[in-house]
């Protein structure tokens, strides 16, 4: 049985941060998307209800999400030459997250 040391399990948890602009990251290397290709942000919204009153907050989680992924305009260009490059990007960037959110909707924005 191999032991890892306390550095070595910091370093792989390290390496499999799976944020966002991780991901972004990657698919954009593994596409060879220029350095003048960046994400802005990302959101995702539900149909979820919020309930306030004087002392407290109930949240209601939603059976519908969208993503949003905000982009620089230089992608637009890109692809505008290679149209699966984008049905990829919505794949990559809905299946990274929970396994438990099945997105209904992705939208694309260029800024």
Request: hydrophobic residues 35%.
């Amino acid at each position: 049985m191999e032991c890892h040391t306390a550095a070595q399990t910091e370093a792989a948890v390290e390496f499999m941060e799976m944020t966002p602009q991780n991901v972004f990251a990657a698919w954009k290397e593994y596409n060879a998307i220029g350095d003048d290709v960046q994400l802005i942000g990302v959101r995702t919204d539900s149909n979820g209800t919020e309930i306030i009153d004087s002392n407290t907050a109930q949240y209601t989680a939603g059976d519908e999400f969208t993503m949003t992924v905000t982009v620089s305009a230089g992608l637009e260009s890109v692809l505008k030459n290679d149209p699966l490059l984008e049905q990829s990007l919505e794949k990559t960037m809905t299946s990274y997250g929970d396994p438990d959110i099945e997105y209904d909707g992705f939208t694309l924005v260029f800024d």
